[in-house]
């Protein structure tokens, strides 16, 4: 299970939500995407927009019943697809009743520009606390 346990705080490393990304079927976008580096801003393409609950549940994901944490009663969490040039927006909620505290790291991203939307929770965010909602917004910028 991809979890982390770092004293009370609970991250979350996202090998469990796949974030796909491809490039846009837009001609004019692709000529300037061509000329972008990793991390260098670029039009909004679409806006992909996630609601994520994260809190335990019951399951059997190896066929043995436990507690399992998930997003939104779901193990594997969801699949994030995108294009190259989406705003991913992810509204998640620490609904964690054990009350840990929670980030989310979008492992492979590399977040130039938007460090604070990394997950490293006390390093360039703070912990979202049991019951708080949180918006993880971020733009798409690599193939
Ligand atoms: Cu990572």
């Known amino acids: 299970?991809?979890?982390?346990?770092?004293?009370?705080?609970?991250?979350?490393?996202?090998?469990?939500?796949?974030?796909?990304?491809?490039?846009?079927?837009?001609?004019?976008?692709?000529?300037?995407l061509?000329?972008?580096?990793?991390?260098?801003?670029?039009?909004?393409r679409d806006i992909l927009e996630y609601d994520?609950?994260?809190s335990w549940f019951d399951g059997a994901p190896n066929g043995i019943k436990r507690r399992i944490l998930g997003v939104n009663n779901r193990f594997p969490g969801p699949t994030i697809r995108g294009k190259k040039g989406d705003l991913l927006r992810v509204h998640v909620t620490n609904a964690i009743q054990t009350k840990q505290n929670l980030s989310i790291h979008?492992?492979?991203?590399?977040?130039?520009?938007?460090?604070?939307?990394?997950?490293?929770?006390?390093?360039s965010q703070c912990p979202l606390?049991?019951?708080?909602?949180?918006?993880?917004?971020?733009?798409?910028?690599?193939?």
Not at 2 to 26: E, H, K, M, P, R
């Open 52 to 54: 994520f609950r994260v």
């Open 106 to 123: 979008w492992h492979g991203i590399h977040q130039v520009g938007t460090p604070e939307q990394d997950g490293t929770e006390q390093v």
């Open 129 to 143: 606390v049991f019951g708080e909602t949180q918006l993880y917004e971020f733009q798409l910028l690599q193939t």
């Open 34 to 44: 061509k000329t972008g580096g990793v991390g260098q801003r670029i039009p909004i």
């Open 1 to 32: 299970m991809s979890l982390s346990y770092l004293g009370t705080t609970l991250l979350i490393f996202l090998f469990q939500f796949t974030v796909s990304v491809s490039q846009g079927a837009d001609s004019t976008q692709n000529k300037n």
